[in-house]
């Protein structure tokens, strides 16, 4: 199977989280098997080119298996299926997109926060990263205050459940008329989110936000401890 002029790893039966190189006339690249997002099925995502004289220098594969691909004209590609590499790179400097290939080979994922929505945009965007809960629910919710027009389509302050009689969000720094909110986040709207609560809290306030506009939420990386 060719895409374009790369030649995509043909074996489908693989375990997520499988790395594949593939070695050809054109150059070398390096393809996950990995899930988008997790309304799609996984499949073969394309991680890094390398010219020849960029590729590699040296590999530490574990438990590789090498497949040829041929053609009318010869040999097409050659493609190590491997659990896990680590690459000595000719060029010792790495950009994001590297580090990001060497966690996810090594059996990491990806790192800090993450929360993905079921129109497919992933908080942060891919390449950058939250350290904190924080952080992540509250830029996911400004998503929905630019995209949704969430603060529009529900009432201020804004109770759920699981905050009872507090405010989640508010126009104000407040829980209550005479409480301040704890950490409180200020919205790309200037309302205000409380963010002072665990994590299985934060969780499930934030499927009751993606809830009011239509959409469901999933959410990776630290969140997942």
Request: glycine share 8%.
């Amino acid at each position: 199977m060719v895409g374009g002029r790369h030649s995509v790893p043909e074996d489908q039966s693989v375990s997520e989280g499988t790395i594949a190189l593939v070695i050809q006339q054109s150059g070398q690249y390096l393809w996950e098997f990995e899930t988008p997002a997790p309304w799609e099925e996984a499949e073969w995502v394309l991680k890094k080119e390398y010219d020849h004289t960029e590729a590699p220098s040296s590999l530490d594969l574990q438990q590789a298996q090498i497949k040829q691909q041929v053609n009318d004209e010869g040999l097409e590609a050659v493609t190590l299926y491997v659990d896990k590499i680590r690459a000595s790179m000719t060029d010792e400097t790495n950009d994001s997109g590297d580090d990001q290939i060497k966690e996810r080979a090594n059996g990491g994922r990806r790192r800090g926060y993450l929360i993905r929505f079921s129109d497919e945009t992933e908080i942060p965007d891919r390449g950058e990263s939250h350290s904190s809960q924080k952080e992540n629910m509250g830029k996911a919710v400004d998503y929905l205050i630019e995209e949704y027009n969430l603060t529009s389509v529900i009432d201020i302050p804004y109770r759920d459940g699981s905050t009872g009689r507090t405010s989640l969000i508010n126009d104000e720094p407040k829980i209550t008329d005479d409480q301040e909110m704890q950490e409180p986040y200020e919205l790309v709207d200037e309302n205000y989110l409380q963010t002072l609560m665990g994590g299985t809290e934060k969780k499930h306030c934030m499927k009751e936000l993606a809830h009011e506009v239509d959409l469901e939420v999933w959410f990776g990386g630290d969140w997942t401890d």
